[in-house]
């Protein structure tokens, strides 16, 4: 395995990342991977669960952390929507790059087809789309008041369920750490089975129904 491989598996470790970069990266990475599009690749929920593991073992305050983490959530996803706002319709048109696919946008699109406004809570738990919801809301001007209604019960939910997951197991598990990467490996498959469900339902010629309410 090369050196820059090496790297790159740090930079998806939530382990790794928490232990170098400590409470103040964790806030970073989730402000990063809320909203900034070059953030898609980074480690969220499994990132959140493993600080609050960590935070039952007296590694972190866990209120300060709970509270960081929503404030990152939401503030990240703000600018993902303004962002979205300034760019327009010619993200459609920007050519792929080692920090950008089409392929995440059109993936996005596809769940504001399926699910409408919702996407804004219920991309918090589907990595990429989660990235890409709050700047796709932005592209199609959604009207804020009803963006940031839906930021801050989807950043609330998020960040309150995955980071007291692990902060309970970390609680009442002895020696929980010891399982820990077989456990993050567990909730990044979990996550990623919308993503492999919407899939395969497209190979299968399933269309999604249209939603109430659009962007």
Avoid at 54 to 79: E, R, T
Avoid at 182 to 196: D, G, M, R, T
């Amino acid at each position: 395995m090369t050196t820059t491989t090496m790297n790159l598996f740090h930079f998806l470790d939530p382990a790794f990342l928490v232990a170098t970069f400590g409470l103040f990266g964790v806030f970073a990475i989730v402000f990063a991977e809320s909203g900034l599009f070059f953030g898609f690749f980074l480690p969220g929920d499994s990132l959140l669960f493993t600080a609050g593991l960590l935070a039952s073992q007296g590694h972190f305050n866990i209120l300060v952390l709970w509270i960081g983490c929503m404030f990152c959530a939401i503030v990240g996803d703000s600018v993902g929507y303004a962002f979205g706002r300034k760019v327009g319709p010619k993200i459609f048109n920007r050519e792929d790059s080692f920090f950008f696919h089409k392929k995440h946008v059109e993936r996005t699109s596809a769940f504001y087809e399926k699910y409408g406004k919702k996407t804004i809570i219920l991309a918090r738990f589907v990595p990429i789309v989660r990235t890409f919801a709050p700047i796709l809301a932005g592209v199609g001007q959604m009207e804020y008041r009803t963006f940031i209604s839906f930021n801050v019960i989807g950043g609330v939910l998020w960040s309150t369920l995955l980071i007291f997951l692990g902060y309970v197991l970390g609680s009442l598990i002895p020696s929980i750490d010891k399982y820990l990467l077989p456990i993050v490996l567990l909730i990044i498959v979990i996550s990623f089975l919308p993503i492999l469900f919407e899939y395969w339902k497209s190979t299968r010629g399933i269309q999604p129904k249209a939603p109430a309410d659009r962007v």
